[in-house]
Nanobody, 120 residues
């Protein structure tokens, strides 16, 4: 059973920074892409940032220039550096790791979520 371990959430003032981590210690197959999603109260879950196995990244327009996604393949860990945080960034943040299990199949694993609250 694969379990992702998220950490780094918390309460921060507007303009502040946080760094989220998501480790996948039990995965032995190849990891394809890794993502961060978030879900604010009363809203649907949205994709925030993604990074491929080759290191290509993509971001939601709302976080471009403020958030940076990175990964450490040796540690099976993905990070999300969040700068210039705004109250509208408040949400539960989830990591997703897509693992290739065969030539034609892959599986998504999700973290348990970590709360990020931006408030003065």
């Amino acid at each position: 059973q694969v379990q992702l371990v998220e950490s780094g959430g918390g309460l921060v003032q507007p303009g502040g920074s946080l760094r989220l981590s998501c480790a996948a210690p039990g995965i032995t197959f190849r990891i394809n892409f890794m993502e961060w999603h978030r879900q604010a109260p009363g809203k649907t879950r949205e994709l925030v940032a993604a990074i491929t196995s080759g290191g290509s990244t993509s971001y939601a327009d709302s976080v471009k220039g403020r958030f940076t996604i990175s990964r450490d393949n040796a540690k099976n860990t993905v990070y999300l550096q969040m700068n210039s945080l705004k109250p509208e960034d408040t949400a539960v943040y989830y990591c997703n790791v897509n693992v290739r299990t065969s030539i034609f199949a892959s599986v998504d694993y999700w973290g348990q979520g970590t709360q990020v609250t931006v408030s003065s």
